[in-house]
């Protein structure tokens, strides 16, 4: 197990002396990424400018290396954790290699003046990051995301041991946002740098950190593996969702379902009704599905979004008791639509309750 490379014991942190989370007790170990989550206002960023030293501790220790930070000088910290934060950038007349150049002052003298292996090390995170084409383009006209990862490019050519980073999908489609985050997964595993994040997008919060940390109510709620935060209701209790479900299995959110008497009956089954029910849901159709075990890829959606729900246990056949209360949800229901084409031992009640539709119709 790697070292543990930054800890922090009962931290506050907050704005003068207002304290916006209290009790903040962290530990992030080499080669692991550590992601904080929490609704908007939490103190997120807060929580990351107070380990930089950026705003003052209002309670409580940060240490790097078992060095107390407020003990190391400016110098010794810059080599130690770089910073890629949302503020946005105001140079004038730089190029984004001369950005990502910056990275390399806490090496040089004075005069901030490169050496050869500094050029090296710039241009290999221009290269990491995807943007050594944009190596002469002054950083004024480029765009939001481009803009993101010529900082990010910056912190890693800064060879920390720790980076942190606020928000650093923001700005990026998902193409580029799984580039970044693939980048800081390598730096983790392949350079041993501990990553320290805000990320609003739970999904991928859920799959790229190693431990999650979750800020809710003015303190530091709960930290654990992403299999122990996504579980159960707790990220609908983190965030105090009332309107749609967010669906753990997933990592994303649904709609709210479309109340009253069911309209349409959806047949579904392995993934195949998940199209439609959010289809049925757009336009405030309320429905009924069925019938879907509970061990089914599509359970969570069908019972998120359908007004009324006919589910088996897992791995056991469709009874006929919910057989036959499918059949008569269906009656009702003035259009069926079967998702699924396939019928086997498990579902095969299913197609029981297709053909049965056929015959109502034919009749």
């Known amino acids: 197990m790697n070292d543990i490379i930054l800890t922090s014991d009962a931290m506050s942190v907050g704005y003068g002396k207002k304290v916006i989370v209290s009790g903040i007790d962290i530990e ?3 080669g692991e990424i550590l992601t904080i989550i929490g609704a908007n206002g939490a103190g997120k960023s807060t929580i990351l400018r107070s380990i930089t030293s950026q705003l003052p501790l209002l309670a409580g220790t940060v240490s790097i290396n078992n060095t107390d930070i407020t003990a190391m000088s400016t ?3 810059a080599k130690t954790l770089s910073v890629c934060l949302t503020d ?12 990502v150049s910056t990275g390399r002052y806490p090496y040089t003298g004075r005069l901030g003046i490169l050496s050869e292996n500094d050029r090296k090390i710039v241009h290999e995170a ?27 490019a910056r912190a890693i050519a800064q060879q920390p041991q ?39 997008e739970l999904d991928l919060a859920q799959r790229f950190s190693d431990r999650i940390l979750c800020i809710k109510g003015n303190k530091a709620d709960r930290t654990g593996s992403p299999e ?31 109340q ?10 392995g993934g195949s009704g998940i199209d439609t029910y959010r289809s049925l849901q757009r336009q405030g159709i309320p429905f009924a599905a069925g019938i879907i075990h509970e061990n089914d890829i599509e359970y969570p959606v069908a019972k998120s979004l359908a007004a009324e729900l006919i589910a088996e246990k897992a791995f056991e056949p469709i009874s006929s008791e919910n057989l036959q209360k499918a059949i008569s949800i269906m009656e009702k229901c003035s259009e069926v639509i079967c998702c699924t084409k396939y019928f086997g031992t498990m579902n095969a009640a299913n197609k029981t309750l297709y053909e049965k539709y056929k015959s109502m119709t034919e009749a």
């Open 28 to 30: 992030v170990r080499s």
């Open 260 to 269: 009253g008497e069911p309209q349409v009956f959806v047949i579904g089954g």
């Open 126 to 152: 221009m290269k990491l990051t995807g943007i050594m084409h944009l190596r002469d383009t002054d950083i004024r006209f480029i765009s939001d995301g481009q803009r993101q990862t010529v900082m990010l």
């Open 228 to 258: 122990e935060i996504f579980s159960g209701d707790y990220i609908s209790e983190l965030y105090g969702i009332t309107s749609g479900t967010f669906l753990p299995s997933f990592g994303t959110a649904e709609a709210a379902k479309v």
């Open 75 to 77: 110098h010794d910290i």
């Open 162 to 200: 720790i980076l942190i980073l606020d928000e650093p999908t923001s700005f990026l489609d998902i193409n580029n946002k799984l580039k970044l985050l693939n980048i800081l997964k390598e730096l983790a595993r392949d350079r041993n740098i501990a990553v320290i994040m805000t990320l609003h």
């Open 88 to 99: 946005r950038i105001t140079a004038e007349k730089m190029t984004c290699e001369d950005i």
